[in-house]
């Protein structure tokens, strides 16, 4: 039981997060997951709710959108398939950039979370604008990279 509490250990049992990034079966995970996460969040927010079912709807209807978005993020980011696959988009980021949207990613699934956690503490406002400030962050994070592999693309068509 003490190698569990060893740090080292469990550091070294720890995946690279590089190797984790660079795994394209997370582009067929990402997509596939991102857009149905959405599409039922999308949907249950138009299913008509009244009286205590509102709040519930929306609730989950916006943590699942939360959750879909970086998780399609991601699956965008991810490396591009052989050219015969169904996933291959020829969108091919960089390390530097897939961290950033990673970076980006864990920043706005975090959003949901710290409201969840902060509003029942008493602090609506303070809550509020951490929330918005770390979905603002995590959202320039994203869009950094993939604007740098965009400007990069134009520059050199050659290489993309």
Known sequence: MDRFMDVGHVAETLPDLSEALDDPRLRQFGLVGGVLLVAVGAFL???????????????????????????????????????????HLGIELTTTQRRAVALGSLCITATPIVIAVGTPLGLPTLVLAIAAATAVLGSVLVLTGFVAWTSAAIAEPSRH
């Open 45 to 87: 927010s138009l299913a008509p709710a009244s009286g205590p079912w509102l709040f519930w709807s929306y609730a989950v209807a916006a943590t699942l959108v939360f959750i879909g978005v970086p998780l399609l993020c991601l699956g965008l980011a991810a490396p591009d398939p052989e050219p015969g696959s169904p996933f």
